[in-house]
């Protein structure tokens, strides 16, 4: 490599690469990340990650707070997936108690995972065509998140950290008429979805800024453990969902459908997307069939008032809607954790990053980095 510049004000010569840092505060970055790029001109020859800008230790929160205590940190690292982040808390330590949960709490949290599902897809739907230059598509999916905002604030009284799941099932159960409600705002948003197909992947501009920009080959996908819809935009077809159900998933094997592309660029990543939020709604509607066929029942177990796990380790797993979801528990058998190890999916999704961009245009680097669909908490924890 030539001399390295690194740019403060002004150019620099022709002789010498230019050293570029995308954030921490960059609004292309979702968040608090930083990208340091070196260009060859206006072509990137290498891209390093940064993180650790928005690390607020909830690994080590973790062992100081109780298995009731822990769920409110859980649900804060990706705070688009916050349900699915709960789930995979009360997963691990039902599975250290041999905890067998209610049929209705298992239907229940299938149902309101795949809703999470749909909010946490549509923000990204609408939000990436914005970093693009389009405007229109953020405000449609904001429309279509309020009307399954409002079944989601209903049913647990928040709008972002849900705080509904316990160990042993639900916090309440379901307010009445609240199945009609949510069937009705189901159907609605999938009435429209359509217009995020006619607005986005119907927009030539959308199409010429994405289709072969940011190819990302499988290789890279197993050597990074890169999961979730980047992953089998480039043809890795893995839902653990599919391949290893978990709640109620099992049962819905004739309505889930992984969604898959091959060519791994940002315009398969966005179809992809697009295409599992709208099975996510489907396989809502076959739980609000089911849920209408069970007889009325408990959503929850009764607690002991100091809840304490056998001593022993176990790891329980969730396909989250930006990918693979792990947390590693280990007890010695008090009523906190002895150690709660966090495997994040946007963590490793941005890893791959540093293979992605070298050898792309810098112009192109705001489409790559959107269509990797992260959040910022959920990479630092």
């Not at 921490?24 to 990650?49: C, K, W």
């Not at 509904?164 to 009609?180: C, H, I, M, Q, S």
């Not at 315009?267 to 992809?272: H, I, P, T």
Request: charged share 25%; with cysteine; hydrophobic share 45%.
């Amino acid at each position: 490599m030539a001399d390295t510049t690194v740019i403060g004000v002004g150019g620099a010569a022709e002789s010498t690469d230019m050293v570029l840092n995308i954030g921490p505060q960059h609004p292309s970055t979702h968040g608090v990340l930083r990208l340091r790029l070196v260009l060859d001109g206006e072509r990137i020859s290498h891209a390093e990650p940064v993180v650790g800008y928005m690390h607020r230790g909830a690994e080590k929160l973790f062992e100081a707070r109780d298995y009731r205590q822990i769920i409110v940190l859980a649900n804060r690292h990706d705070w688009l997936s916050a349900f699915s982040n709960e789930l995979g808390v009360v997963l691990a330590v039902e599975r250290m108690l041999g905890m067998e949960v209610p049929e209705r709490a298992v239907w229940l949290r299938t149902l309101l995972a795949e809703l999470n599902r749909v909010l946490n897809h549509l923000m990204f739907l609408g939000s990436y065509p914005l970093e693009l230059g389009g405007i229109t598509p953020i405000f449609y999916a904001f429309t279509e998140r309020e009307d399954l905002q409002h079944v989601m604030e209903e049913v647990s009284g928040g709008r972002m950290h849900y705080m509904f799941n316990r160990v042993g099932g639900l916090k309440d159960e379901l307010p009445a008429g609240w199945t009609d409600r949510a069937r009705a705002a189901v159907a609605a948003v999938r009435g429209r979805m359509g217009r995020l197909d006619d607005l986005v992947l119907g927009n030539e501009v959308f199409r010429a800024r994405t289709r072969g920009v940011g190819a990302l080959d499988p290789a890279i996908v197993h050597a990074f453990g890169v999961s979730g819809p980047i992953a089998r935009a480039s043809g890795v077809d893995f839902d653990l969902r599919r391949d290893e159900p978990y709640l109620a998933y099992g049962e819905l094997g004739d309505t889930l459908r992984v969604v898959t592309r091959s060519a791994g660029d940002c315009l398969a990543r966005f179809e992809v997307l697009l295409d599992q939020a709208k099975n996510s709604l489907d396989l809502a509607e076959a739980c609000l069939d089911r849920l209408a066929q069970l007889p009325p029942g408990p959503v929850n177990q009764r607690l002991p008032k100091v809840l304490k796990a056998p001593e022993g380790a176990t790891y329980a797993w969730t396909e989250n809607p930006l990918g693979i979801n792990g947390y590693y528990l280990v007890s010695k058998g008090e009523k906190t954790p002895h150690r709660l190890k966090l495997r994040s999916a946007s963590f490793n999704n941005i890893q791959a990053l540093g293979q992605v961009l070298p050898g792309t245009l810098i112009a192109d680097m705001v489409a790559i980095l959107g269509s990797f669909f992260f959040v910022v908490g959920d990479i630092d924890k």
